[in-house]
């Protein structure tokens, strides 16, 4: 059983930037590949980047790609992500996600195993 939580949500102008945290607890955690999804007011959620349990292959959602950089610190059980250049369009809540099938990121939710509760990003215009 892994638990994630998320922190390092809040309000932000357009252009700013903000870190997420997730921590996880339980066992063989650097075995999970890591990610995070979003989800905006009355939209699907979404992808928006994952990492491999290495940290060596990491995927983007195109909405995102050279704005956001997700990293992860398998000693501190940790993944973050880096979001900078914040658009109003990224308002959503930000949920972290881990599956066991670490070898290579992810892109779907089709094969998570564990979710987080979530964190709300806000940023206004």
């Known amino acids: 059983q892994v638990q994630l939580v998320e922190s390092g949500g809040g309000l932000v102008q357009a252009g700013d930037s903000l870190r997420l945290s997730c921590v996880a607890s339980?066992?063989?955690?650097?075995?999970?590949?890591l990610g995070w999804f979003r989800q905006a007011p009355g939209k699907e959620r979404e992808f928006v980047s994952s990492i491999n349990w290495s940290g060596g292959i990491i995927e983007y959602a195109d909405s995102v790609k050279g704005r956001f950089t997700i990293s992860r610190d398998n000693s501190k059980n940790m993944v973050l992500l880096q979001m900078n250049s914040l658009k109003p369009e990224d308002t959503a809540v930000y949920y972290c996600?881990?599956?066991?099938?670490?070898?290579?990121?992810?892109?779907?939710?089709?094969?998570?195993?564990?979710w987080g509760k979530g964190t709300l990003v806000t940023v206004s215009s």
């Open positions: 996600a881990a599956d066991w099938a670490g070898v290579r990121p992810f892109r779907t939710d089709s094969g998570v195993d564990y």
């Open positions: 339980g066992r063989f955690f650097s075995n999970y590949a």
